[in-house]
């Protein structure tokens, strides 16, 4: 059995020795927290993997590391801004119409071992909105030059990573229902 044959893998081990090797002696909230859910994302990846070769379901695992990407990163948005009450305001909204998403999705699927496809896809379309908004209130309020600031790069990579995979996760789940004569579940 290989350990590491897929992309998803390669690209997160990746991303981990490059945040090891570029985070220096920050204390910044943001690169601890990054560095800590790529760890976390790459050791997620692993455990899948090997519970799949046994035949046994994953889901559970990426629903909750769903939860607890969204959870730090919202968190990191509201700690980062927290004079930008229009960027408080989203992330609430956000949250508000995510979490009963990710129940409704459980609900409809009757398991939590089913991926929650409907709630990643809403999740990653809303996270992109609000990293998306927050990058505006960088522009508007740093005196910086953007490509110096890490947290440009940070935000950047999070409303690409989320605004992309919703769409991704979209159309496969389009694409499914549709190859199993069904309309999809949204």
């Not at 129940?103 to 990643?120: E, K, P, Q, R, S």
């Not at 379309?125 to 990293?131: A, E």
Request: proline share 3%; charged share 15%; with cysteine.
């Amino acid at each position: 059995m290989e350990v590491i044959d897929d992309h998803k893998e390669l690209v997160l081990l990746a991303a981990f020795v490059l945040w090891l090797l570029a985070r220096g002696r920050s204390r910044q909230v943001w690169v601890r927290c990054i560095g800590l859910l790529l760890c976390l994302g790459f050791v997620i990846e692993m455990v899948a993997k090997v519970l799949g070769r046994y035949g046994i379901n994953n889901h559970v695992l990426y629903n909750l590391f769903f939860v607890v990407d969204l959870a730090v990163i919202m968190w990191l948005l509201h700690r980062t801004f927290p004079l930008a009450p229009n960027l408080q305001r989203m992330i609430t909204g956000a949250l508000l119409i995510i979490v009963p998403a990710l129940f409704v999705d459980m609900w409809t699927n009757g398991t939590v071992h089913l991926l929650a496809t409907n709630a990643l896809i809403i999740g990653g379309f809303l996270l992109g909105l609000v990293t998306t908004h927050a990058l505006f209130i960088l522009v508007r309020e740093d005196t910086q030059a953007l490509h110096r600031l890490p947290l440009f790069w940070v935000l950047l990579s999070i409303m690409v990573c989320t605004t992309s995979a919703s769409f991704r996760y979209s159309a496969c789940t389009t694409t499914w229902s549709r190859t199993t004569r069904r309309w999809p579940s949204m």
